[in-house]
């Protein structure tokens, strides 16, 4: 199965600051790749499929970029809202794999 | 209202059986592949099977493989997942989620609120 690993696993970060979160995979998945928000008690949110295209009603804050083994979520400016979990999910060959996740916190 | 709700979940001990059911609303149920997704208690997603939109192609993960069973039914807007042999690893808020397929890759737009299933004795 190919691994999706998450950098950093956490990180704490201020409203209004810009955020990075790192998806590698084990190997080269092209594009498949979305990206997912949770919020504590709640179901998975999607955000980005196909590494870079932004779901309909998602603020456009929200980005995603890559292909191949490497991508990248980017807030350009965190909201209160988006302190939350995000994950990386691999759709280009079965099982999918999620990353372990990145849990965004208020600094 | 587009909706999924899923149903099933409970205690269960080691060994045992439950069968989970998504019902879904508010749109063409047989147009879309369906997912099942879980969480452990303070982990992260795990997707555990998804089914095709007329049930002809079906893929799990490894390690439910010959103890679930992902199956659907058209007619009546319901996804289901049996569960057999199950084991204390196997607890954990069970999701089910659509996939709308843009851009032809997996993209789970619309998610069910969980049902937690427990395995304990």
């Known amino acids: 199965a190919i691994q999706m690993t998450q950098s950093p696993s956490s990180l704490s970060a201020s409203v209004g600051d810009r955020v990075t979160i790192t998806c590698r995979a084990s190997q080269a998945i092209g594009n498949d790749l979305g990206w997912y928000q949770q919020k504590p008690g709640k179901a998975p949110k999607l955000l980005i499929y196909?590494?870079?295209s932004l779901q309909s009603g998602v603020p456009s804050r929200f980005s995603g970029s890559g292909s191949g083994t490497d991508f990248t979520l980017t807030i350009s400016s965190l909201q209160p809202e988006d302190f939350a979990t995000y994950y990386c999910l691999q759709d280009y060959n079965y099982p999918r794999t999620f990353g372990q996740g990145t849990k965004v916190e208020i600094k | 209202e587009v909706q999924l709700v899923e149903s099933g979940g409970g205690l269960v001990q080691p060994g045992g059986s439950l069968r989970l059911s998504c019902a879904a609303s508010?749109?063409?149920?047989?147009?879309?592949?369906m997912t099942w997704v879980r969480q452990a208690p303070g982990k992260g997603l795990e997707w555990v099977a998804n089914?095709?939109?007329?049930?002809?192609?079906?893929y799990c993960v490894d390690s439910v493989k010959g103890r679930f069973t992902i199956s659907r039914d058209n007619a009546k807007n319901s996804l289901f997942l049996q569960m057999n042999s199950l084991r204390a690893e196997d607890t954990a808020v069970y999701y089910c989620a659509r996939d709308s397929g843009f851009g032809g890759k997996d993209s789970f737009d619309i998610w069910g609120q969980g049902t937690m299933v427990t395995v304990s004795s």
């Open positions: 196909a590494a870079s």
């Open positions: 089914i095709k939109r007329d049930g002809s192609e079906k």
């Open positions: 508010g749109f063409t149920f047989s147009s879309y592949w």
